[in-house]
């Protein structure tokens, strides 16, 4: 069965790896605009995302979207602010969305000051493998919110679940704990990231080891939604955060790139 097309103009604001497979797995439905906050990661993004995207600097033309997902840097003194003034630019209708992995929904639709048309979409990286979207909505969510949220996820070829709005939601909040044992027995038994990470793929059929996933991740993203969701942070993973040994995107975490 062929998937929808999308009945949303869809806006996206940011340019990091969720927004960038998040706009290119839209633009096979509809029209995609994409924000980005600086010439040099409007650049990359164009780079990234391909000819179906129009990629702005301009927060303004936002304005003409139906649906506005923002997918920048999980810290609510950066989102909330943000949310607040896309929110202004929309018409009454519009909705407006977070990618977040860990924070209130609840807060950042209060923030927007459209909670009746707010909603969390909690997509996962890859963006275009991950079949999964954790739905999440403050209670003043209308049911058109939840309607047009669910027919995008559907146009996207997800598969939407609804999840509370609890610090991580499901996923991370059960995922979060396991990684940051992982690095934990690691140090305890002087252990190779090679290793520990064959044990969880040989056998626990992980597709990718905890350590590996964590830099996949991101350390300074992992180390966040750690907070979020009250689990103890690893030293391990403070001190390489401290090094700007963030994982994958700088080259360098617990493996090298």
């Not at 996207?156 to 610090?167: H, I, M, R, Y």
């Amino acid at each position: 069965m062929s998937q929808p097309d999308l009945d949303e103009r869809l806006g996206i604001a940011g340019s990091g790896a969720i927004a960038c497979g998040l706009a290119r797995v839209a633009a096979d439905h509809g029209e995609v605009l994409l924000w980005a906050r600086r010439d040099e990661s409007a650049d990359a993004a164009r780079a990234d995302c391909g000819d179906g995207v129009r990629v702005t600097t301009e927060l303004d033309d936002l304005s003409g979207c139906s649906y506005v997902v923002e997918a920048v840097v999980e810290d609510p003194g950066v989102k909330g602010p943000l949310l607040e003034r896309i929110s202004g630019l929309l018409e009454r209708d519009a909705i407006l969305a977070s990618t977040t992995s860990s924070l209130s929904i609840e807060d950042l639709a209060a923030a927007c000051g459209r909670p009746e048309r707010f909603a969390g979409i909690h997509v996962f990286n890859p963006v275009e493998k991950m079949p999964l979207v954790e739905l999440v909505f403050p209670d003043a969510a209308s049911d058109s919110t939840r309607s047009r949220s669910e027919a995008l996820c559907e146009a996207l070829g997800k598969t939407a679940v609804e999840v509370p709005d609890t610090p991580g939601f499901v996923v991370n909040r059960l995922l979060f704990p396991l990684l940051f044992n992982a690095v934990r027995l690691m140090d305890e038994h002087s252990l190779a990231p090679e290793t520990l990470d064959a044990c969880m793929k040989l056998g626990a059929g992980h597709p990718m080891g905890p350590l590996k996933l964590l830099d996949f991740v991101g350390l300074d993203v992992a180390m966040s939604i750690g907070e979020q969701i009250g689990e103890d942070v690893p030293e391990r993973i403070r001190l390489l955060v401290a090094a700007d040994k963030l994982g994958r995107k700088t080259g360098a975490g617990f493996y090298e790139y």
